[in-house]
């Protein structure tokens, strides 16, 4: 709807007012707000226990989707941009790396195949692969490598320190959920008042955020790890049986602000950048090495005689990860200018919704084209022709 309305409406409100919506910082800072937001409600969903459930394959898998697609993206940028900083080169193959966990997950429950073997590996790749994507938003976001992109370089040190400050926060965040997050509940429980939770979440979430901005990492980081702390197995947070989840409770307010983020970052893209065949031609670039990075992940896959193409599939959309990515660089300033110009984000816009809009229709043809007999049938209201 946003890509829509800044698109169809200049001839009605004219250049300036679509200019107008686009920079203002109104509805970027709500926008913000959602995005961090939906990280939180990402924590609050993630089960610490299925990380040492998913095994070998799910790990493989994760690190392939993520150093394949980086790697290419970055030669695509390096090949077809040669004269952008570098760090566009490697912000744009970090892009590429990015999965949609929820939209993998949400075609899965429908297809009745979360706890097949391969749903498993899926959505456990996923989960990982948003971890090793956060981390890596994090070294290319570091106020520390924009500095060194304009100076002297980034160092392996350097990327190394960021790194490890990416990995102690997010283990730090997860260790203190084991130890606070049923006090915290407590006493919440104490005020009579269920709703206090969310404001005490809420609270957490710019908290943590803003924590991470200072010690040089992403701010969506801070509320992921907001959501780890409070709810570390994903077990759903509330202070009796009875009440709401805080998940619940976030609900109306992701409602408004989670969508919002969307339509502000589509009222970005100038689908017009994108009739220069340059634009177009690195769009179809990125969409391409986008494909390819993510399918190499099935050869991560340990287990002989699994749906290695499914697998595969699952990790292609970049969905609301990818737009989120691609936001910070409209954000991300070099030497006083944006890190990806308007040409750049439609580019990288256009490989998001691809991937995003493929990725359900391939996976629910890949299980029913190569459908192994160990796993659960999927329901049939969905019409799916079983080989």
């Not at 997860?174 to 206090?196: D, F, Q």
Request: charged letters at 10%; aromatic letters at 6%; proline letters at 5%.
């Amino acid at each position: 709807m946003g890509v829509a309305l800044a698109n169809l409406l200049p001839p009605i409100l004219g250049e300036s007012g679509i200019a107008f919506i686009r920079a203002e910082s109104t509805l970027r800072v709500l926008a913000e707000v959602g995005v961090l937001l939906l990280l939180f409600d990402v924590g609050l969903e993630a089960d610490l226990r299925a990380f040492a459930r998913v095994g070998g394959s799910s790990l493989l898998v994760a690190v392939l989707g993520v150093l394949v697609p980086l790697g290419l993206g970055w030669a695509a940028a390096h090949w077809a941009l040669p004269g952008s900083p570098a760090l566009v080169h490697v912000f744009i193959g970090a892009t590429l790396s990015a999965t949609s966990v929820g939209i993998t997950a949400r075609v899965l429950q429908d297809l009745a195949l979360t706890q097949s073997q391969e749903g498993r590996i899926i959505v456990g790749a996923a989960i990982l692969d948003d971890v090793l994507g956060l981390v890596v938003l994090a070294i290319v976001t570091s106020p520390t490598t924009t500095a060194a992109e304009g100076g002297v370089g980034l160092s392996g040190l350097a990327i190394a320190g960021i790194f490890l400050r990416a990995v102690l926060f997010l283990g730090l965040t997860v260790a203190l959920g084991h130890v606070l997050s049923n006090p915290i509940v407590r006493l919440v429980a104490r005020t009579g008042h269920p709703e206090v939770m969310l404001v005490v979440g809420l609270g957490l979430c710019f908290t943590l955020a803003y924590v991470a901005e200072l010690i040089g990492l992403a701010d969506i980081i801070g509320a992921f790890a907001a959501g780890l702390l409070l709810d570390p197995y994903g077990k759903g947070v509330r202070t009796r049986e009875e009440d709401a989840t805080l998940a619940e409770l976030l609900h109306p307010l992701a409602s408004l602000l989670v969508p919002l983020f969307f339509v502000v970052m589509g009222f970005q893209v100038q689908l017009g950048s994108l009739a220069n065949p340059t634009a177009l031609g690195f769009g179809g670039l990125l969409l391409v090495c986008a494909m390819a990075g993510k399918l190499a992940c099935g050869l991560g896959v340990l287990e002989r005689g699994l749906n290695r193409l499914a697998i595969a599939i699952g990790m292609v959309p970049r969905g609301e990860v990818g737009l989120i990515f691609a936001g910070i660089g409209t954000r991300l300033t070099l030497e006083g200018q944006p890190l990806l110009s308007p040409s750049l984000f439609s580019a990288v816009i256009l490989m998001v919704l691809v991937t995003t809009l493929v990725a359900p229709i391939g996976l629910r043809w890949a299980f029913s084209s190569h459908w192994q007999p160990g796993n659960p049938e999927p329901r049939g209201d969905h019409n799916i022709p079983l080989a």
